[in-house]
């Protein structure tokens, strides 16, 4: 089992001017779409222009060159058929792909960019080559990434998070370690580590679509330090106790699959119950401690109704008719000028409810 050491300790890295065409975009980033890992340059780069604004870095590139206090990091692409060194960008794609993009009319065309502005021959020649801290493989570099993504100031989605602390278990770092090395005193990669373990374990065991699970990882997060919900999934009170690689027992995947569809919904035919995430732990939590109230959560959606359940039917039922007495008894002071049939008509149907429920409530007690 493999450990991280003090990974910045030791001669210190210099930087290096590299001729932008031998950089390429990291198809391996934490931060990419799923379904852009792993994909070519033109592909990183439509991804890249859509979704993670580059205007405004085109615009200050533009004007500004490129500032040498900002290398980017990145590590020796094995090329044996160039007979120059190329590289991989893992600390700084938005910016080299703003670049890229900047440099190249053929891509703006291609990617319909009408508004960026053209370029000084001063500044092209700036931005032609940039300044890089080189590392000689990735798996020297994971521990810079958490530190600055994980736990510093540059922090990553959650999901981003969890995706990056699997990669680095993945290739045998230890959560402790990690947790350590990064300064982690909440547990904080050992949790994310476990929702990455949970939509995993969702997806091999029942295929569900997990991408709303991904999409929403921070309700993940915040359900599962619930002691209620834990205990709903079978997972142990405290982290350290966790057996993460298969976080969930057998005897309570048909859990977890209920507690996926009560959280994220099932595709078109069942929506989620939450409306935001107080839901979770202002009722949520509560229902999932009552397996009265979990059934009927899971028969009716009824998030609401269901946490009504949640201290006991007869809890229920007295407050919904000490509720009903107390609007009725809101009425009876002007009811006198509302005298209208529909008025008497909505106070008949009162009557005969309160008549069906004394029936009932009598008959009850003399059985």
Not at 16 to 26: A, N, R
Not at 29 to 39: F, V
Not at 181 to 210: M, W
Request: aromatic share 8%.
């Amino acid at each position: 089992m493999r450990k991280i050491s003090h990974a910045g300790i030791g001669a210190k890295r210099k930087v290096e001017y590299l001729e932008i065409e031998h950089i390429h975009l990291d198809s391996q980033n934490p931060r990419l779409p799923e379904e852009a890992l792993g994909k070519g340059e033109t592909k990183l780069l439509e991804v890249l222009y859509h979704e993670f604004d580059l205007d405004e870095l085109a615009f200050s590139m533009s004007q500004n060159g490129y500032f040498d206090e900002e290398p980017i990091v990145a590590i020796r692409k094995a090329d044996a058929s160039s007979r120059r060194p190329t590289y991989v960008v893992v600390e700084g794609n938005r910016r080299v792909a703003t670049i890229k993009i900047l440099l190249d009319s053929r891509k703006r065309t291609e990617l319909a960019i009408r508004n960026w502005p053209a370029l000084d021959p001063a500044v092209v020649k700036d931005l032609s080559t940039i300044p890089a801290i080189v590392y000689p493989d990735r798996d020297s570099i994971l521990p810079y990434l958490g530190v600055r993504h994980i736990a510093g100031i540059m922090k990553w989605d959650s999901y981003a998070k969890a995706r990056y602390i699997a990669s680095m278990v993945n290739v045998g770092y230890v959560l402790d370690e990690i947790q350590e090395q990064i300064g982690d005193t909440q547990n904080s990669a050992r949790k994310h580590y476990l929702c990455f373990q949970l939509i995993r374990q969702a997806k091999e065991e029942f295929d569900l679509d997990v991408e709303p699970a991904k999409e929403k990882f921070s309700y993940l997060m915040l359900a599962t330090g619930q002691g209620a919900i834990k205990r709903y999934l079978g997972l142990p009170t405290r982290s350290e106790d966790l057996e993460l690689e298969e976080p969930i027992s057998k005897d309570k995947l048909p859990n977890l699959k209920n507690f996926f569809s009560i959280i994220f919904g099932e595709g078109k035919h069942k929506a989620s119950v939450l409306s935001e995430s107080r839901d979770i732990t202002n009722l949520l939590t509560h229902v999932l401690a009552s397996e009265e109230a979990t059934s009927y959560l899971l028969k009716t959606r009824d998030l609401n109704a269901a946490y009504e359940l949640s201290d006991g039917e007869e809890v229920m039922v007295r407050k919904y008719l000490a509720y009903a007495n107390k609007r009725l008894e809101a009425v009876l002071g002007i009811i006198h000028r509302h005298k209208t049939p529909d008025v008497l008509e909505e106070v008949k149907k009162c009557s005969d409810t309160v008549e069906r429920l004394v029936a009932i409530a009598n008959g009850s007690r003399q059985k």
